[in-house]
């Protein structure tokens, strides 16, 4: 996922939003663990730009995201009301990026949402090293990334080519057509004008969010892959990790 000059590079591969729809099948155990991420996403959003989803545009993508997840609605108005401070629970949530290498010397941007930052570095630290992966500095890895918008669309019965048309007319800078999905990418201060586009355009818009995007590609061999594979299962089962981004 390369950005500007060689941003076609992007395109080849894995998409964030299809590896948030392989999430709709899970268990009751691991859907606790989604609800988990996405209502902490809801409740820092709520506490950066206030309650209200039409003034915060954060809070709008956090709680489109949550709603794709089928999260109830009442959890995602107490996960604002804990933002805003309408509910009270003497738990402070804040977001952290952890960057680090993973087995093949994979960059990684780890994205969490954390009540007790020296807990979630240490379960995070852990991980990696136990995977054959190990923790970097800060800025160490995040300079090989670029902050992009990033819009999952829903192609359904329409021509994919058509949707990538439609969008970039609403003011995309590329796009990528996969797994019946048109991801959509856009420059950081575009990404709501955009969205705004696409749902006027009457397409369906299942998301929309900032996703840092490598500058470089990198080729893991075989073995690699697998210990790699292994390690993004550990992460995700920690309910302090939100996203993660990497440069395979």
């Known amino acids: 996922m390369l950005y500007a ?6 395109m080849s591969g894995h998409s964030h939003w299809a590896g948030i729809k392989q999430r709709k099948g899970v268990n009751d155990a691991k859907r606790a663990n989604v609800f988990t991420k996405y209502g902490r996403l809801i409740t820092i959003a709520a506490k950066e730009g206030g309650g209200k989803p039409e003034m915060n545009f954060k809070l709008q993508m956090a ?3 949550a709603r794709f997840e089928n999260m109830p609605k009442d959890t ?3 996960a ?3 933002g805003t401070g309408e509910l009270k629970d003497g738990v402070e949530i804040e977001e952290i990026v952890y960057e680090g ?3 093949g010397n994979v960059a990684m941007l780890i994205k969490t949402a954390t009540d007790n930052r020296n807990r979630t570095g240490s379960e995070i630290r852990s991980i ?3 995977a ?3 923790p970097a500095s800060e800025g160490g890895v995040k300079f090989m990334f670029k902050l992009v918008g990033n819009i999952a669309v829903a192609v359904g019965d329409k021509d994919p080519y058509e949707v990538e048309m439609a969008a970039i007319e609403a003011g995309a800078e590329d ?3 996969e797994d019946d999905i048109v991801i959509v990418y856009t420059k950081i201060e575009d990404l709501q004008k955009v969205k705004e586009n696409l749902d006027k355009a009457g397409l369906s818009v299942e998301g929309a969010e900032l996703v840092y995007a490598p500058i470089q590609k990198t080729q893991l061999d075989p073995e690699s892959k697998i210990d790699y594979e292994k390690l993004l299962e550990k992460l995700d089962e920690n309910d302090d990790v939100q996203e993660i981004y990497d440069n395979p």
């Open 101 to 103: 290498y993973g087995p």
């Open 5 to 10: 000059i060689c941003f076609m590079n992007i």
């Open 76 to 78: 995602i108005e107490r």
């Open 132 to 134: 054959g992966g190990k």
């Open 175 to 177: 796009t990528l057509y």
């Open 63 to 65: 709680i489109d995201r």
């Open 128 to 130: 990696l090293t136990k």
């Open 80 to 82: 604002i009301k804990k």
